[in-house]
């Protein structure tokens, strides 16, 4: 039997102010209480994920390996409160750009569920009370799309959110 529930985070706008196109520690700002909500719903045994849509990589801003540097270091600010995500997913495809290396992965990018179909494949959850906490339609659409409550976070702090809507 599954127990383990899931929430599934967008990154920019939820995790981390939005500046447009975040991919350098340099420009990476944690949203007010991003790092308490993530400790409290591990503390509460939700696997946790991010599932962001990354088009900078397709439209040759950065680099997936920009990417990947910038969760490292997410991973290692969480670490030292002892908290962490499951696992990070993204998506370089964008509809508006033709980049033959990621237009098979369309079924990626939100509000598509390809993210979210990677997660349970790969960790098998409950999707019973799990959730999506994302900042646009698109984040709420793929939540609908995929069958989980979708929480919509338009600013403030985001541990608040969390335990208010939850908890």
Request: glycine share 6%; net charge positive; with cysteine.
């Amino acid at each position: 039997m599954i127990s383990k529930s899931a929430v599934f985070l967008d990154r920019d706008g939820v995790i981390n102010i939005d500046k447009g196109y975040v991919y350098r520690i340099d420009d990476f700002e944690w949203i007010d209480g991003a790092k308490e909500a993530i400790k409290y719903l591990k503390d509460k045994n939700y696997l946790v994920f991010v599932a962001t849509n990354q088009s900078g990589i397709t439209r040759g801003y950065y680099k997936e390996s920009d990417v990947e540097i910038l969760h490292d270091f997410i991973r290692a600010e969480l670490r030292k409160i002892k908290a962490g995500i499951d696992e990070f997913f993204y998506s370089p495809y964008h509809p508006d750009i033709l980049n033959k290396k990621y237009n098979n992965l369309k079924n990626l990018r939100k509000p598509d569920i390809g993210m979210l179909k990677l997660a349970e494949k790969k960790w098998k959850f409950n999707k019973n009370n799990s959730y999506m906490i994302g900042d646009s339609a698109s984040d709420m659409e793929c939540a609908n799309n995929f069958g989980i409550k979708g929480l919509l976070f338009e600013h403030g702090n985001l541990h608040h959110f969390v335990k208010k809507n939850i908890f």
